[in-house]
């Protein structure tokens, strides 16, 4: 193993920082392109059925509208998208199907943003409407058990038999609701044609997926294609190849010049993707003494009518506890709803709802502390696959947490604690991620000056992928962080995998690091092999780059500008990095668009996971049950940890948005239209400051030699898992009473 | 958001002029008027609201933003800022509910930009009135049905409505205006006139796309809360899903005079059920004249919910509202008053 701890572990602020603040950060639909036109997408007032006819005689007749694009004039065109799980999906302008509300069914092109929208306005729809299925209970839906994606559904012993024989049983239904990630920067996207080239100029988290899926569905060669996006305004896995900009490109194409579009918010909530409500089912046995002896645990998902897309979560909570017999099941329940996606944790958050809540409620079956009950059943071993966990620090999470929150003060008793007329709970919850790695490739280069520049299509979500970047190259090649200047969010730039399942900042760690270990032997071999070095006839692999030195084992050292001008003007290495289990074209493959990560829970060698403690501290009104937060404390061991700054501030918005998802966060629906109704930030709620007067984070050290050479695990989601849990317990603690339907508002506690 | 002529008026009788277009007290009149824009703006943009004309109320001068407190009472003109009114010292010693109905509203940048004129004419947030692609809404489209009722209805009144509209009053400072027995103070084509607060807006008579008594062009330009006993043993309580921010699921303003063990007086204006600022007198008169218990409170709340109708997912507000109700009376008894006071 690299040896990281020299490496990583100083807090560092983001390098790209003072641009945001500023303004001076390009985001896509900032960038400038020659005398645009503008799109505005049309969008379908009904969930189920199919367009008659379009009446566009008023909206062509506003002045300045140059194009209108229907299924009718451009429906083939593209090829059918391809659905967050590789297959069908539901589609916008193919045809005259309507599979959801807010479905795009045209689009209107204008000279400005103003008379595109006026126009729309006035685009008149014929539908032959049919009745919707909107979700679980509606007529019609159509529920089947989902396809298992990699591997079957995790399963050991004998599940049923076990739980029948349990000394303590344990059974209940849960539920976690629809939403939707909101990001502030909307799913714009500006397209631009140079003869048969095209730049797409929009907020992706996969550059080279965005590249190759516009690519394949114009049915031109992806060299064609180059996609930009050098900042994007939070994505949380909504941000992928989309079934939308292929319009906009055809667009453009067709007006003879660049087309920008920029969706409203009300639009958002269905012309991308969400996250679907899930219902579960938990049946716990466990010996008198807390030991688990059986978990079942079954989910049903809902999805729209043609995509198979599931999360299935059960492959993480399979894996949470020492536990002989499992069986897991999940099913997809098919409804006139868009497709649902990645939504941050897209698994772990509803599916952890369900196991910690049902572990809480088996502690308090047991009578037994619910972090002792986490204790007893503690593994060092996948209890699915029998493999070792590459490193697994749940209980020094727990314990950290615990201390600093002062779990001791908890009195057992639902209902007692109590302030005035606020009733105060506790509750506590385990969160996991797994550790997935992805194949990435980068450029790195070097001048006598002492300052490098990097290149790789990496992905600025605004998790400071851009400092982590500079940080590698900084610490490895032994410069400061601002004399490297990070290019990213650019197809023209060697590929990396999708920034989901929090696999960036290990994999692009991992391969810059790489490039500059290349650097540095090419600028060591130079020196030991030259007349006038002081290193000459040093052993290459003993030297180091320190303080823009090269020095050798003895102290002897030489300029790194004289090292370097020994390479020549600048010295530029180009690396690969494919994880230890993925196939060698795994690269290429990439480059292709088919993206292969290694998954944390798919390995052949260990387990690798993530894990971390939440501990909350509800109060409730004893009349009025208003449920506020006043303090948090969230302990997490994650590996390495290569910007502290950055990831305090990962950690507390993930545990932040988990909180939100406990409470505020659904997004509501007409059942009779299959509409949303709170489409928009005021209606749709999430926490405001005054929500989260208290957030503490403790990162409890873990060296991790086994999961990937440096050993990093990525931190970007496990932040939400869990804490829908904890607050739920600490609901439970404090009140009495036991919510299974999240989110938890006040008319569930009356 | 579509296309119309702004006008700024130089003085408010010109602006009662270029606003006849106001209509009597309906909702989406060719002509409105802008005040701090935050409701106005917001449904135009949204297309629910599309005036052809818009007469800007500039900042017309002092006496129409001031704040007066005299033994007789409190005068609050009407485009004062609620921010304003709401650090008011004065205010906030001698009618904090009016202080706290403010402070609990909206955000400090909308409380900073909007005026109390046009607070009190804040429109309902029911979802399918602010969305035009719903059909149905008899407040935005009389005659086109109501899809709340059998709707998404969690946040809907249940007092005060009827199958035309279960839509809910949305507004704190109203709340607190009507509990206390205030008058609005209007300039109109004929002069100025003064109506009593609680006569301001209607009911839903069949016609929910008319929502108050204004007559065409009418501004209003203050409101007078009567002094009382009652008004420095008052507060406003306001229960919603998160901590700030946010509309009421359940408010309650009240007042109250104590004398002994009796009460003497008591106001009690409900917020975040009803489909108008919601005054409950059954509620009141039962308190008065009897001593302030638990029991005499939640008497006196279940009277005041007794008229209720849930529509489904707001069947929890009665008890809610009877809870919120028991909980401010019992924290205005409470309420630690320095010397004389009663
Ligand atoms: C996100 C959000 C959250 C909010 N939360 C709350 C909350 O929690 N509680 C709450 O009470 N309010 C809340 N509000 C509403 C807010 O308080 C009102 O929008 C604001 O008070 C309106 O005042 P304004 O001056 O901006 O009115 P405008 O938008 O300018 O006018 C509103 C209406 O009143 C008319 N009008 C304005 N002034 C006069 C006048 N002097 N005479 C006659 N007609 C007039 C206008 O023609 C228009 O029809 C919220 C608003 C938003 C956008």
Redesign the pocket.
């Known amino acids: 193993m690299r040896d990281a701890e020299n490496l990583f572990g100083i807090p560092t602020s983001r390098i790209d920082g003072v641009d945001k603040v500023t303004g001076a950060a390009r985001y896509a639909s900032d960038e400038p392109v020659v005398n645009p036109a503008y799109g505005y997408f049309v969008t379908s007032t009904i969930a189920r059925g199919r367009i008659s006819a379009f009446k566009l005689d008023r909206a062509k007749a506003v002045r300045g509208v140059l194009d209108i694009l229907t299924y009718q004039n451009v429906g083939n065109e593209a090829a059918p998208p391809v659905g967050p799980d590789g297959g069908p999906t539901t589609t916008t302008l193919e045809s005259d199907r309507i599979w959801h509300d807010g479905q795009i069914i045209a689009v209107v092109v204008a000279e400005t943003y103003e008379a595109a929208r006026e126009a729309a306005n006035r685009v008149e729809v014929v539908y032959v409407e049919e009745k919707p299925s909107a979700s679980f209970d509606s007529p019609g839906v159509e529920s089947v058990p989902h396809k298992p994606q990699k591997s079957p559904d995790p399963k050991k012993g004998d599940a049923a038999g076990a739980f029948a024989a349990a000394a303590v049983k344990f059974e209940a239904r849960y539920s976690t609701p629809t939403q939707h990630h909101n990001p502030i920067e909307l799913f714009t996207a500006t397209c631009a044609w140079d003869g048969p080239k095209l730049t797409v100029y929009e907020p992706s988290q996969f550059m080279w997926g965005t590249k190759n899926s516009v690519a394949a569905r114009l049915r031109v060669n992806p060299e064609q294609v180059r996609a930009v996006s050098r900042y994007i305004g939070g994505a949380f896995g909504s941000k992928g190849p989309n079934p939308r900009t292929v319009w906009v490109a055809i667009a453009a194409k067709r007006v003879g010049r660049p087309v920008k579009l920029v969706p409203t918010r009300d639009q958002s909530f269905t012309i991308a993707t969400y996250r679907a409500e899930t219902r579960q089912h938990i049946k716990l046995g466990a010996s008198a003494d807390g030991k688990l002896t059986s978990l079942i645990h079954e989910g049903w998902e809902v999805t729209s009518r043609p995509s198979g897309y599931n999360v299935s979560g059960v492959e993480s909570t399979a894996r949470m506890y020492a536990c002989p017999n499992i069986a897991t099941a999940v099913n997809v329940v098919h409804a006139d709803r868009n497709t649902p996606g990645y939504m941050r944790a897209p698994p772990e958050t509803p599916y952890m709802f369900a196991l910690e809540s049902a572990m809480d409620e088996l502690a308090y079956e047991l009578k037994m502390d619910p972090v002792e009950l986490r204790r007893v059943n503690d593994t060092q071993t996948d209890p699915v696959d029998g493999l070792p966990f590459s490193s697994r620090s749940l209980m020094q999470c727990f314990d950290q947490a615990a201390a600093k929150f002062g779990w001791r003060h908890r009195d057992a008793r639902p209902g007692v604690m109590r302030d005035g007329e606020w009733l105060i709970g506790f509750g506590c919850a385990t969160a996991c991620y797994p550790s997935n790695l992805g194949p990435a490739a980068v450029r790195v280069s070097l001048t006598p000056d002492g300052k490098a520049t990097v290149g790789l299509a990496g992905h600025e979500i605004g998790t400071g992928a851009y400092t982590l970047v500079a940080i590698s190259t900084a610490r490895s090649l032994g410069l400061h962080v601002d004399d490297v200047t990070v290019h990213m969010g650019d197809s023209d730039l060697p590929p990396i995998m999708v920034a989901g399942g929090s696999n960036n900042a290990a994999s692009a760690a991992n391969v810059v690091v790489k490039a500059c270990d290349e650097l540095k032997q090419r600028i060591a071999k130079a020196a030991v092999d030259a007349a006038d070095s002081p290193l000459r006839g040093a052993d290459a692999d003993k030297l180091t780059l320190t303080d823009g030195k090269l020095l050798g084992p003895s102290g002897e050292s030489e300029p790194l500008a004289r090292a370097v001008s020994r390479t020549g003007h600048r010295i530029e290495a180009y690396a690969e990095y494919i994880p230890e289990g993925l196939p060698p074209s795994a690269v290429a493959d990439m480059s292709k668009g088919n993206p292969l990560m290694l998954g944390g829970a798919g390995r052949k060698d260990v387990a690798a996971f993530a894990f971390g403690a939440h501990f909350v501290e509800v109060r409730v009104h004893s009349r009025t049950r208003e449920i506020r937060v006043p303090r948090v404390v969230s302990a997490f061991a994650a590996g390495t940890i290569v910007n502290p700054k950055a990831a305090y501030s990962q950690f507390m918005g993930g545990a932040i948005w988990g909180l939100s998802s406990a409470l505020l966060e659904e997004t509501e629906m007409d059942e009779g239209s299959a509409r949303y109704i709170n489409d928009n930030l ?1 209606d749709y709620l999430i926490p405001v400051n005054a929500d989260v007067p208290s957030v503490e984070i403790i990162m409890v050290p873990e060296k991790d030699e086994r999961v990937n050479p440096l050993g990093i695990k990525g931190i970007g989601e496990i932040g939400i898992v869990g804490m829908n849990a904890a607050v739920a317990n600490a609901v439970f603690h404090a009140t009495g009473k036991r919510v299974r339907e999240l989110p938890i508002r006040a008319e569930k506690l009356l | 958001m579509r296309s119309f002529v702004f006008e700024r008026a130089a003085d408010l009788p010109q602006a009662v002029k270029l ?1 006849a277009g ?1 209509r009597q007290g309906q ?1 989406d009149a060719p002509a ?12 135009m943009k949204l297309e629910v ?1 599309t ?1 052809q004309r ?2 800007h ?1 500039q900042s017309p001068g002092a006496p ?1 933003s001031a704040i007066e407190v005299s033994p007789n009472g409190a005068r609050l003109g ?2 004062a ?2 921010s304003t009114v709401a650090d008011d010292a004065r205010v906030l010693a001698q009618y904090p509910v009016i202080a706290q ?2 402070q ?4 400090a940048q ?2 900073n ?11 309902t ?1 029911c979802p399918y009135y602010r969305d035009p692609s719903w059909s149905a809404c008899n407040k935005r489209v009389p005659g086109s049905g109501c899809a709340a009722i059998h709707g998404f209805n969690r946040n809907h009144a249940i007092l005060g409505v009827d199958e035309n509209c279960i839509s809910q009053y ?5 709340i607190a205006l009507i509990a206390l027995d205030a008058r609005v103070e ?1 300039m109109g084509a004929e002069g100025t006139r003064l109506i009593p607060f609680a006569s301001l807006h209607t009911g839903v008579q069949s016609q929910p796309h008319i929502e108050t008594t ?1 007559k065409p062009g ?4 203050a409101f007078h809360v009567p002094a009382g006993a009652w008004t420095r043993r008052s507060l406003y309580l ?1 229960v ?1 899903d998160r901590a700030s ?4 699921i359940a408010s309650a303003a009240v007042a109250l005079s104590i004398e002994g063990e009796e009460v003497r007086e008591a106001r009690i204006g409900l ?1 975040g059920m009803a489909y108008r600022p919601w005054r409950s007198q059954e509620a009141e008169n039962i308190l008065i004249g009897n001593p302030l218990t638990e029991s005499s409170a939640a008497a006196a709340a279940a009277a005041a919910l007794k008229s209720a109708i849930g529509h489904g997912h707001n069947d929890y507000k009665p008890e809610l509202a009877r809870r919120t109700i028991v909980r401010a009376l019992l924290e205005a008894k409470a309420l630690q008053l320095s010397s004389g006071a009663s």
């Open positions: 005021a | 606003g106001t909702t409105q008027f802008l005040a701090g824009g935050t409701t106005l703006i917001d449904l609201l005036p818009v007469v109320l129409w009407a485009f800022k609620m109905s403010l609990l509203a909206a955000s909308i409380r930009m909007a005026t109390l004129g046009g607070n009190v004419l804040q429109r947030r949305p507004g704190d400072f109203a209007l204004l009418e501004i209003i330009i306001k919603r921010y946010e509309f009421a917020g």
